[in-house]
T-cell receptor, first 115, second 113 residues
Framework: GQQLNQSPQSMFIQEGEDVSMNCTSS?????WLWYKQDPGEGPVLLIA?????ELTSNGRLTAQFGITRKDSFLNISASIPSDVGIYFC???????????????FGQGTILTVHP | KAGVTQTPRYLIKTRGQQVTLSCSPI?????VSWYQQTPGQGLQFLFE???????NKGNFPGRFSGRQFSNSRSEMNVSTLELGDSALYLC????????????FGPGTRLTVL
């Protein structure tokens, strides 16, 4: 099935460093979401974006909805060990029909933080 | 407010059997979506239910089915299990399914032997 192009696939960083990851799509979305997933658990929502150009922060996390509606990025500042996990972007097209309730996901970014 | 709950958390079945998974959405949420997560394919959309009606369906065989009850709780069923059905099955709920935020449950880990 269709997936968003998420990069990088993995990152190994030192505690205190900043992190940046992004997602691109060949088609537009009306909603962009960023989730974090720990092994064996469900994704936990980090940030939701509903408007092109929107820049939203949640603590040390900042995400933006691209102007073209085909991309989004997530930044994490001053990383800490508990930031370890898999980060997913997800897009939804709000056009009824075959878009109802359907999120399209990126492949995930595996983040490792060394103390 | 309680989050999305899924039962059971773990299941082991053998090929050919069938399985039913349950999902209780956040109170007030009427849309429930189901996803399959595997290492090879990532997170794939299965189907979405709203007010007891399936409004959208992903590209999965007919062995995968679901339903939603009047209290918005949802179940999904997989018949004639295959080894490739081993996966983490996730459900997510939202108010309308029309672009509002989806909140995920912890998932059900299905292993098919």
């Amino acid at each position: 099935g269709q997936q968003l192009n998420q990069s990088p696939q993995s990152m190994f960083i030192q505690e205190g460093e900043d992190v940046s990851m992004n997602c691109t799509s060949s088609s537009i979305f009306n909603t962009w979401l960023w989730y974090k997933q720990d092994p064996g658990e469900g994704p936990v929502l980090l940030i939701a974006l509903y408007k092109a150009g929107e820049l939203t922060s949640n603590g040390r996390l900042t995400a933006q909805f691209g102007i073209t509606r085909k991309d989004s990025f997530l930044n994490i500042s001053a990383s800490i060990p508990s930031d370890v996990g898999i980060y997913f972007c997800a897009g939804q097209l709000n056009a009824g029909g075959t878009s109802y309730g359907k999120l399209t996901f990126g492949q995930g970014t595996i983040l490792t933080v060394h103390p | 407010k309680a989050g999305v709950t899924q039962t059971p958390r773990y299941l082991i079945k053998t090929r050919g059997q069938q399985v039913t998974l349950s999902c209780s959405p956040i109170s007030g949420h009427r849309s429930v979506s189901w996803y399959q997560q595997t290492p090879g394919q990532g997170l794939q959309f299965l189907f979405e239910y709203f007010s007891e009606t399936q409004r959208n369906k992903g590209n999965f065989p007919g062995r995968f089915s679901g339903r939603q009850f009047s209290n918005s709780r949802s179940e999904m069923n997989v018949s004639t299990l295959e080894l490739g059905d081993s996966a983490l099955y996730l459900c997510a709920s939202s108010w309308s399914g029309g672009g509002d935020t989806q909140y995920f449950g912890p998932g059900t880990r299905l292993t098919v032997l």
